[in-house]
């Protein structure tokens, strides 16, 4: 039998169960993942959380450092600021003092001549005492009396040291009523004249010498003692103290009083007058006048002046503007005069160094020929100058020599006044300077020449543009000199003033300079032709000035043709000669010119006519503005006025006494 085989299907599981477990198994695993997700989200967050907090914690400090580096920041410019405002007004205020100092600097320097009124603003205020010591001080000496000159040296003694002073007691100078003065006083001085300074020491020297110095004297010490007081006198003698502040500056001077005593017993160089002249070359620092004397026994010394002082901490030669030096005739001997001409050579070589802005310079000698290394030194000073305005020389020097006027060569644009007294040289180097001169103005040729001049000088035809001219006494004698020069200057010349006037010097100007607006004349010859014609050819003429020492210049048959010359453009006339009343009245009548000063010198009647003419002449000339009458004490006259006549003629014009003995100065 075959069996059929039966096939019997698979068991299947239900379908939806195992749905349901796969589902499940799903979802775990999708929670478990979601889970990993969210922790590993969480994870970082919380890292991202860190993160940011550290950065926002750093981030805090940097800001919370920024703000406090904003706040010192902020501080300090606040300081700054502070600072900076404290400076502006403290500048503001020192600006405003400093304007308000200047300001009273330009006042008070209106009343630079004026010592009372510098006196009364020195009590004011402090601010005003500074600024009127210096100009009290700039010229002491000339700012008060002769009486009073020792006071300026005993205010410039207070400023030494306690050392120098020591010393001043020490030789016999008595120090009372010591005090530090407030100011540095020698510091102003502008001003310096040896001579005045000399004579205002010698006078303080005899008012405080005493014979005993005033310190307890001591008796000699014994042998034994001998080397000790030469030990110990060069060591202690600068330890002495003027004003003791304790016991023991009181117990020290008196323990060393005898050591210093002997010490300058038996030292005697200390001079009083060479410590006081160091101490204002030292100290001064802005001279602009310096005025020197050598020679006599009046001046001072060679050695005590140390000139090299005023270079040496402040260079008080640099705005020096003023230079005079007086040489007179020497009464010392050889050695000395050695000195003289060696400290003149040092001097004037360093003043060539350091002067050389000097504007007005005078060397007056009374001596021969000096050596030539003083001549040269003053050559090299006089070439060195910039801007020299002005040169007056009497001084003599060796032909052989440079010339002076070469010198002055260098001076061509600066130079405006020559002034030469006694003129010692007339050569080619003059006559050359005075054509390359271009700013010369003045000319002088004051006294009678010194020496004879060659007959042929070498004048050219050249123009000079020299503008006024004096003519010294003595001058006539040497017509080449006066002719070619009054030929030279030609139309530029506007003054001339001319002593021991020649025919011969008025024919030259008559036909030279018909520009002239000033002319003084002193006649000692007969010019009664000549001067007539000279007026009439002076249609500019302004001044005119007539002298003739006490002698009647014209006569009355002159006096007319002198009147009707007289130019109508005069305006003021000065008569030094005696006139008569006559001629007097003739001159006032014919005379067209309506003047506007008259001056009357030399007069030596007092009648009533005289008063009578220039009282009506007062009331008729109404341009006139000024009338002098300069009466003679010396003369009698035979029909004095009463007082009541010159009482009244004072009420129209001026009346003054006059010495004859001294003549009117023409310049």
Known sequence: MVVESISIPPIRRNSSKNSNSNNTSNSVTEHRNMRRNIYRTNRNFLEFLQLAT?????????????LDSAKRQTALLLEQSDSLKSQCFDFILLEMATLIADTLREIFEYHKDDPQTLHNLITVNRLWCCQAIPLLWRRPFEMTTQDKYHLIIRTYVMCLSD????????????LDDFKKPFFNYPTYLQNFDSEKFRLALNIWIRMNAMISTGITKRKPLNTFCKPLKKIFGPIVKDCYKISPQNLFYKALNK??????QDYYATHPNFSVIKEVTDLLFSRCN???NFKIYFGDEHTLSPAEMNFALLTIKHNALLNL????????????????LQNMNNALTNLFTMMSKYATKIQEMTIKSYTNNLPTKVHTSLYRLIESQRTLQSFMSDYIWDPSSPSIF????????????????????????????LLEWNALEVLELMGCPASAFPVSACFTKGQLRIRNLYLGNG???????????????????QKLVVEGATPEIIDAVTINCPQLTHLSLCAYQDIFESLPRLLSTLSLLETLILGNREQFIFTDDTILRFSQSIPPSLCALFLNFNISSQSLRVLLTECSAPLHRLELHQIQNKELELFSLLIQYTQNNKSLKELKLYLSHSSSYTDPVSLDVLKNAKKYFTIVGQDTKHSYSLW
């Open 54 to 66: 550290i950065e926002s914690i750093n981030f805090c400090d940097e800001i919370s450092k920024s």
């Open 163 to 174: 050392k120098a002073l020591s010393r001043f007691m020490f030789v016999g100078i008595k």
């Open 255 to 260: 323990c060393i009083e005898p050591f210093i």
């Open 286 to 288: 802005r001279l602009k």
């Open 321 to 336: 503007q003023k230079f005079e030096l007086v040489i007179r005739p020497p009464s010392l001997n050889i050695d000395d």
């Open 406 to 433: 070469t010198a002055l060569l260098n001076q061509s644009h600066s130079l405006t006044q020559l002034r030469l007294w006694g003129l010692t040289h007339f050569d080619n180097s003059l006559v050359l300077g």
């Open 475 to 493: 001058y006539c004698s040497y017509p080449i000199i006066t002719t070619n020069l009054i030929r030279m200057i030609n139309l530029n010349l």
